[in-house]
C-alpha cells in the first residue's frame, strides 16, 4: 500500500479543472494549508477536506465558477484563515462556521452581493474580520451583534449594496464595537453620513481608523472615544476632509 503523500502546502493557480486531482490529495493527512487563484472551472473544492485535521489555511481567490463547498465540509479544529475573494459565484459560507473554534482570520471579499450570514452566526474568537461587497452579510451581522466578537481586533467592512446606512455603528440598535479592536477601516458606504460615537465608547486600545469612499460621511467618533488612536486616515470623503485638512493616511 502506498505511503500518504507528506504534502503541508498545496498551491494551484491557473488549474483549468480542480476536480480531477482531488482524489490525489484525499489521504494527504499532514496537509496545513490550500491556496487557490484563478481556477476557473472549479465548482466546489474536493471532498474530505473534513478529514484533513492538520489543515489550518485555505485561501480562494479569482475562481468566478465556484458556488459553495462540498456538503461534507471543513476541518473545525485547527482551521485558522478562510479566505475567499473574488469569486463572483459564491454564495455560501459553511453552516457550521460558527463550529470552527480555532478560527481567526475570515475574508469574504467580492463574492456573490447575495451571500448570506450563516444561521449560528460567525466564531466568536474571530480576530480578524473582512467583508466586501456582502449586503445581507452585513444587515445580518449588525443585527447579531458586532459586539459579540469578543476577541476581534481588526474589522475591514466595504458597504456595497448597503444604501440604507447612515450610520456606524448603526444607531437605531445601540450596538457598541468589540474592545480589542486595533483597526477599523469603512469603505464605500455612499450614503453613510455619521459615525455613532457610543459604539466606539469601549475601545481603548483603537490605533488605526480609515475612512475610505464614504461621500456622505461628515463627522468622525468624539475625541473622547479615540484617545489611543496614532494613525487616521480619510480618503474620498469630502465633507469629512474639509473638516479635518491636516488628516494624513
Given at each position: 500500500m502506498p505511503k500518504p503523500v507528506m504534502l503541508k502546502h498545496l498551491v494551484i493557480s491557473g488549474f483549468p479543472v480542480l476536480e480531477c486531482i482531488a482524489q490525489d490529495f484525499h489521504e494527504t493527512v499532514d496537509l496545513k494549508s490550500i491556496r487557490i487563484s484563478n481556477a476557473e472551472n472549479i465548482k466546489s473544492l474536493p471532498r474530505g477536506l473534513d478529514k484533513l485535521s492538520h489543515l489550518q489555511e485555505i485561501e480562494v481567490n479569482g475562481c468566478p465558477s465556484l458556488v459553495s463547498f462540498e456538503e461534507s465540509g471543513l476541518p473545525t479544529t485547527n482551521l485558522k484563515v478562510l479566505s475567499i475573494q473574488y469569486c463572483e459565484n459564491f454564495r455560501a459560507l459553511p453552516k457550521c462556521i460558527n463550529n470552527f473554534t480555532?478560527?481567526?482570520?475570515?475574508?469574504?471579499?467580492?463574492?456573490?452581493?447575495?451571500?448570506?450570514?450563516?444561521?449560528?452566526?460567525?466564531?466568536?474568537?474571530?480576530?480578524?474580520?473582512?467583508?466586501?461587497?456582502?449586503?445581507?452579510?452585513?444587515?445580518?451581522?449588525?443585527?447579531?451583534?458586532?459586539?459579540?466578537?469578543?476577541?476581534?481586533?481588526?474589522?475591514?467592512?466595504?458597504?456595497?449594496?448597503?444604501?440604507n446606512v447612515v450610520s456606524f455603528p448603526e444607531e437605531w440598535i445601540g450596538m457598541t464595537l468589540p474592545p480589542p479592536l486595533t483597526a477599523i477601516r469603512i469603505r464605500n458606504f455612499n450614503n453613510l453620513e455619521?459615525?455613532?460615537?457610543?459604539?466606539?465608547?469601549?475601545?481603548?486600545?483603537?490605533?488605526?481608523?480609515?475612512?475610505?469612499?464614504?461621500?456622505?460621511?461628515?463627522?468622525l467618533p468624539e475625541k473622547d472615544m479615540l484617545l489611543s488612536l496614532e494613525r487616521l486616515c480619510i480618503w474620498g470623503c469630502p465633507l469629512l476632509e474639509e473638516g479635518c485638512p491636516h488628516t494624513l493616511c
Open positions: 480555532s478560527l481567526g482570520e475570515l475574508k469574504v471579499v467580492y463574492c456573490s452581493d447575495d451571500i448570506s450570514f450563516p444561521e449560528e452566526g460567525f466564531p466568536t474568537n474571530l480576530t480578524l474580520l473582512e467583508i466586501s461587497n456582502a449586503p445581507k452579510i452585513y444587515t445580518s451581522l449588525v443585527e447579531w451583534g458586532f459586539n459579540r466578537l469578543t476577541s476581534l481586533q481588526q474589522l475591514d467592512i466595504s458597504g456595497e449594496g448597503c444604501s455619521f459615525m455613532c460615537s457610543k459604539g466606539f465608547q469601549h475601545l481603548t486600545s483603537l490605533q488605526e481608523l480609515a475612512f475610505i469612499n464614504c461621500p456622505k460621511l461628515t463627522s
